[in-house]
């Protein structure tokens, strides 16, 4: 058996918890190989709403197992309150969520490092979510990160001691202003709920399922163009978001991959600061993120709208080895009489190029292709052959630029409202 590999091959946001959901059902285990709860996957399904920060998508669909991998950094808090919360919705998690014991722990001073060292860059914050993870994954790569399997033995020892070094650096940064006794005291809780749960070594867990013919499906969070690697550097995040973080996130060799599923919407939008190419300013702009509700499931912060960036997105393909594509989000262009599309970028000196650069951040015009719009309602659409002819064509030409199939179209949250191809 191969592992298969869900991606965001934009800025993220692209709607990778309802595909998770969707295709769950093909798979006996899930698994998130990497980020932390800045991500947040919506699924929609039976007239609720589910907003998942760190727990794998497959946990709505019964008997699947579901890991969160060592590639993942967690906030013992925030798994407590989202863990109740779907608890409490019917959904159980003790005999379905397994938890890596190389799992690097978020620290109460994790978050009070973020916003100090944000704090410290002025105007060129990077625009984090404020939830920890840079400095958690600081930690981790600095060889002094706190890990899920420490809490079995001696934990309040080692917390301590991580705690007495945040602080010190905390007033190395003038950052002094702060009470940890509320937040500290959750994050106890947090703690102690977290040990009600299986810790496991999940690269052997993982190894042995596959080795036993079970099928699994490695679900990634946020997206390839914030791959702390390839992404658009420094306004990036700080795991890697692409195909190989499955294999350094879950303790797997890369000949175990099987398909690589990349996930983009119809258009694109970015949350927070940093480059975006296509990133539209007007009223266009504004109408996406009206009909498309384009505010953050974690921050609740608008994102930002533009249209399709192709050069960006054959980078991500590229990178990760993508096999087949699903489109998200189609039918928000519904009513758009034309239909915009980057192919390429203009640089600085007047060159032309269809390759991603090393820098998107200055000197870049992007070149568009227009395609006329399907002006058609395809929310209620349940098949290929409904299609407007527009549509098919606006998908025609998507997979000619890319040169990879694109086999599920969603156009609509639900997830009935998914056609496959």
């Not at 390429?344 to 032309?352: E, P």
Request: proline content about 4%.
């Amino acid at each position: 058996m191969k592992i298969d590999v869900l991606l965001g091959l934009q800025w993220g946001d692209e709607g990778k918890g309802k595909v998770v959901d969707v295709l769950t059902p093909r798979y006996d285990v899930v698994a998130r190989f990497q980020g932390g709860p800045n991500a947040g996957h919506t699924l929609e399904f039976e007239g609720q709403k589910f907003v998942l920060r760190s727990i794998p998508s497959g946990i709505f669909q019964g008997g699947k197992v579901n890991i969160i991998g060592n590639g993942v950094v967690l906030a013992p808090d925030l798994f407590m309150e989202e863990a109740k919360a779907l608890e409490k919705s019917g959904h159980p998690l003790h005999e379905r969520l397994h938890i890596s014991k190389k799992a690097h722990l978020i620290m109460p001073t994790h978050r009070l490092l973020d916003a100090a060292y944000e704090a410290a860059k002025g105007k060129d914050k990077v625009g984090t979510t404020g939830k920890g993870i840079g400095p958690a994954y600081t930690d981790k790569v600095s060889r002094s990160g706190l890990r899920v399997g420490d809490i079995l033995e001696n934990f309040e020892e080692k917390y301590a001691a991580h705690k007495a070094r945040h602080e010190e650096m905390l007033r190395s940064l003038n950052y002094t202003d702060y009470d940890l006794t509320e937040v500290e005291k959750t994050w106890m809780e947090g703690i102690a709920y977290l040990r009600q749960f299986p810790i496991v070594d999940s690269e052997h867990e993982v190894n042995k399922l596959l080795k036993s013919g079970k099928s699994i499906l490695a679900e990634g969070a946020q997206g390839t163009m914030l791959d702390v690697d390839f992404g658009s550097y420094p306004f990036v995040t700080s795991s890697n978001t692409i195909c190989a973080g499955a294999c350094t996130g879950l303790g797997i060799g890369p000949n175990k991959i099987g398909e690589v599923i990349g996930i983009f919407k119809a258009y694109c939008t970015r949350v927070g600061a940093g480059p975006f190419p296509t990133e539209l300013f007007d009223e266009t702009g504004k109408k996406m993120r009206d009909i498309g509700h384009e505010y953050g499931a974690v921050t609740g912060r608008e994102r930002r709208c533009g249209w399709i960036d192709l050069v960006a997105l054959r980078y991500a393909i590229m990178v990760s080895g993508v096999t087949q594509l699903i489109m998200m989000k189609s039918d928000v262009l519904d009513s758009f009489a034309t239909i915009k599309a980057c192919t390429a970028y203009q640089l600085a000196d007047g060159s032309v190029t269809r390759d991603f650069p090393y820098d998107i951040q200055t000197g870049i015009t992007p070149l568009y292709e227009e395609l006329p719009g399907w002006q058609q309602d395809l929310t209620k659409l349940t098949s290929e052959t409904q299609f407007p002819k527009a549509f098919s064509d606006y998908i025609a030409f998507l997979e000619r630029e890319l040169d990879t199939p694109i086999t599920i179209v969603s156009v609509g949250p639900d997830r009935e409202q998914t056609i496959v191809r």
